[in-house]
């Protein structure tokens, strides 16, 4: 386990992401907690995701949506970090950006606004984040109370967002 770790440190993105998976394998068999209360190496972690392909970003942010911040000030730096992959060209990176903040990882102090990823995002991921918008809605009725505005059409937005 200890080599496992000192590979997190590695300069090859793959070879962390690997490491990952291996620390979340250990970890699913033998119940221990090996990545999720461990701060530094969330931060260091969200500090190389750029680096990251998508499967690897998606990898990490579920590790990083089970870490529980001790104060609004590590929650802050987490949503600080998770603000950029919510633009991501990727829908996956993007869902799984939203989950994180939404889950626990950052628990969502600093809300992301919904109207702004879909101007920013290509049509795809604004598709693909609508419909999951409305998947989340028919689970969890009231989710979106306090954004309602943000589900207007406008004149600007696509055919395909409009329907």
Known sequence: VHQIYNRLSDRDPQVVANAVHALLELQGRSGLSLLIGNKSIIIRLLQRIKEFNEWSQCLILDVISEFKPNSDDERFEIMNFLDERLSHGNSSVVLATAGTAETGGAASEKPFDISDDRQQSGSEVA?????????????????????????????????????
């Not at 598709?127 to 109370?145: C, N, Q, R, T, Y």
């Open 127 to 163: 598709f693909v984040l609508m419909k999951h918008i409305i998947l989340l809605i028919k689970l969890v009725p009231g989710a979106f109370d306090d954004e309602y505005t943000s589900f207007y059409v406008r004149y600007s937005d696509p055919q395909y967002l409009q329907v």
